[in-house]
T-cell receptor, first 113, second 117 residues
Framework: GENVEQHPSTLSVQEGDSAVIKCTYSDSASNYFPWYKQELGKGPQLIIDIRSNVGEKKDQRIAVTLNKTAKHFSLHITETQPEDSAVYFCAAGTGGGADGLTFGKGTHLIIQP | GAVVSQHPSRVICKSGTSVKIECRSLDFQATTMFWYRQFPKQSLMLMATSNEGSKATYEQGVEKDKFLINHASLTLSTLTVTSAHPEDSSFYIC?????????????FGAGSRLTVL
């Protein structure tokens, strides 16, 4: 089955700096890669996703890149703000959708004022 | 956008009792819903896939008699933790796929914190 590795487990950056979280996956058949943000005591919220026919996708301060050959994808957050502090999970799946998603172990992002 | 409502958000119960958690898709139909368990500072562990009108599919190692799942309608799935014990204390989260841009995207509930005394 699919195996998703996520790094780092904890990331601390100064407010205003950029943050990058990286994930690798093992199943070359995976074609859907979402990123979720989870605040303390809440359920995960989808913040951005990318499909295997696209190499990069941006949404304001958030971007995701995908390298299918190397089987890795990354989340980039620019101009970080205190409200970006949360746990971020990457996931990988097949079927072009949500079924059978495998999640990474999460990255605790801390934005230092 | 799509909303999944999960209730209760917090529940405390005595050991040996049963607890029911509800997951509702508010503005879309969900023939499938997913139930996860999350330990502190850990990732989401898929417990089972809830299927409307049929039996749930459980992941390996998850006791189906312990975690009863019922998907009685296209908008409601329930997870019942039977004869709960302290080791069942955890954060339980449901999710449902919804159509967006021609493909399914997962929407999560807010989670339910179960504490078994």
């Amino acid at each position: 089955g699919e195996n998703v590795e996520q790094h780092p487990s904890t990331l601390s950056v100064q407010e205003g700096d950029s943050a990058v979280i990286k994930c690798t996956y093992s199943d070359s058949a995976s074609n859907y890669f979402p990123w979720y943000k989870q605040e303390l005591g809440k359920g995960p919220q989808l913040i951005i996703d990318i499909r295997s026919n696209v190499g990069e996708k941006k949404d304001q301060r958030i971007a995701v890149t995908l390298n299918k050959t190397a089987k890795h994808f990354s989340l980039h957050i620019t101009e970080t703000q205190p409200e970006d502090s949360a746990v971020y999970f990457c996931a990988a799946g097949t079927g072009g959708g949500a079924d059978g998603l495998t999640f990474g172990k999460g990255t605790h992002l801390i934005i230092q004022p | 956008g799509a909303v999944v409502s999960q209730h209760p958000s917090r529940v405390i119960c005595k050991s040996g009792t049963s607890v029911k958690i509800e997951c509702r898709s508010l503005d879309f139909q969900a023939t499938t819903m997913f139930w996860y368990r999350q330990f502190p500072k850990q990732s989401l562990m898929l417990m089972a896939t809830s299927n409307e009108g049929s039996k749930a599919t459980y992941e390996q190692g998850v006791e189906k008699d312990k975690f009863l799942i019922n998907h009685a309608s296209l908008t409601l799935s329930t997870l019942t933790v039977t004869s709960a014990h302290p080791e069942d204390s955890s954060f339980y989260i449901c999710s449902a796929p919804n159509h967006r841009s021609g493909a399914n995207v997962l929407t999560f509930g807010a989670g339910s914190r179960l504490t078994v005394l």
